[in-house]
């Protein structure tokens, strides 16, 4: 069964960092298209980042230059490096597989964690 | 600014169907995916590349993608179908990478 658990968030200041991890299992996360992707309370869904299978990684404007979007094989787990933290990035955070089928690969998300909330305030 | 737009909400009485829009000039020359979200849940795939289902989504959701505008179809709604729904496409030309709608939540009546 593919799962993906996040753990990791909570309640932290304005210009702290916090880490976000994502524990996958029933898939190998190496060479998986992997994302991040939030939403604010009463909002809708933005996209965070993505790794590519290659390791390529993108970012959302928004958060570029100070999140990093990482993963290690060796306890297949995705993370997000979250530095300079703003009350605006208060949001769930959805870990998140994109489809790939070896043909066409990351452009839907196919598996979705439960996700975690992350609250920035003073 | 690259915005999707979807109308707010629609409703729709049961057995009816029910249509959500996601427009952007000639989306139809991209893939559009759709998602389904209720309360307190994390989304999920029901419509990929504009018009295949996952496994396990019913044969009541269909999608279409033509022009400035793509389509979600609910056929039949249930009181279950009542949510909210994001359409998105992937776009690494602009920058944005991956896009999604202003979300349309459904009401069952």
């Known amino acids: 069964d593919v799962q993906l658990v996040e753990t990791g968030g909570g309640l932290t200041q304005p210009g702290e960092s916090l880490t976000l991890s994502c524990e996958v299992s029933?898939?190998?996360?190496?060479?998986?298209?992997m994302s991040w992707v939030r939403q604010a309370p009463g909002k809708g869904l933005e996209w965070v980042s993505v790794?590519?299978?290659?390791?390529?990684?993108y970012y959302a404007g928004s958060v570029k230059g100070r999140f990093t979007i990482s993963r290690d094989s060796s306890v297949s787990t995705l993370y997000l490096h979250m530095n300079s933290l703003r009350a605006e990035d208060t949001a769930v955070y959805y870990c998140?597989?994109?489809?790939?089928?070896?043909?066409?690969?990351?452009?839907?998300?196919?598996?979705w964690g439960q996700g975690t909330m992350v609250t920035v305030s003073s | 600014s690259y915005v999707l737009t979807q109308p707010p909400s629609v409703s729709v009485a049961p057995g009816q169907t029910a249509r959500i829009t996601c427009g952007r000039n000639?989306?139809?020359?991209?893939?559009v995916h759709w998602y389904q979200q209720k309360p307190g849940q994390a989304p999920v795939l029901v419509i990929y590349?504009?018009?295949d289902r996952p496994s396990g989504i019913p044969e009541r959701f269909s999608g279409s993608n033509f022009g400035d505008t793509a389509t979600l179809t609910i056929s039949r709604v249930e009181a279950a179908d009542e949510a909210d729904y994001y359409c998105?496409?992937?776009?690494?030309?602009?920058?944005?990478?991956?896009?999604f709608g202003t979300g349309t939540k459904v009401t069952v009546l």
């Open positions: 998140v597989r994109l489809y790939c089928n070896g043909v066409f690969c990351g452009d839907a998300f196919d598996v």
């Open positions: 029933g898939f190998s996360v190496s060479g998986s298209y």
């Open positions: 790794i590519f299978g290659n390791g390529d990684t």
């Open positions: 000639n989306i139809g020359s991209k893939s």
């Open positions: 590349y504009n018009s």
């Open positions: 998105q496409l992937w776009d690494s030309s602009s920058g944005h990478y991956y896009v």
